[in-house]
């Protein structure tokens, strides 16, 4: 299972980027898939997740600016984001909580990260 972040770029503060997170390979299921971030010397957090049921999660400091979208049928997840400030800086890594097939566990996997600078 491979997942594959794209969208990142530079961008000035109170514009917009849209992120994308595509799922590949054995997949039967899968459970949580969303967005994390992190800063330089920061740790990294949530920014916005599909929870099992379909309910999202969102940090505090998005919400209202970026949402989360996904399309199931190909396994990929969409980040918008508005309004972009300084502070969203960072490189963005798209999360996965899922099944492969022909395993009988749920288990967690990372892209490799995309980079968001905000800046003017």
């Known amino acids: 299972v491979q997942l594959q972040a794209s969208g990142g770029g530079l961008v000035q503060p109170g514009g917009s980027l849209r992120l994308s997170c595509a799922a590949s390979g054995s997949i039967f299921s899968i459970n949580r898939m969303g967005w994390y971030r992190r800063a330089p010397g920061k740790q990294r957090e949530l920014v916005a997740v599909?929870?099992?049921?379909?309910?999202?999660n969102y940090a505090a400091s998005v919400k209202g600016r970026f949402t989360i979208s996904r399309d199931n049928a190909k396994n990929m997840v969409y980040l918008q984001m508005n309004s972009l400030k300084p502070d969203d800086t960072a490189v963005y890594y798209c999360?996965?909580?899922?099944?492969?097939?022909?395993?009988?566990?749920?288990?967690?996997?990372w892209g490799q990260g995309t980079q968001v600078t905000v800046s003017s």
């Open positions: 999360n996965a909580f899922l099944r492969e097939a022909g395993s009988s566990v749920y288990d967690g996997y």
């Open positions: 599909f929870i099992s049921g379909g309910s999202t």
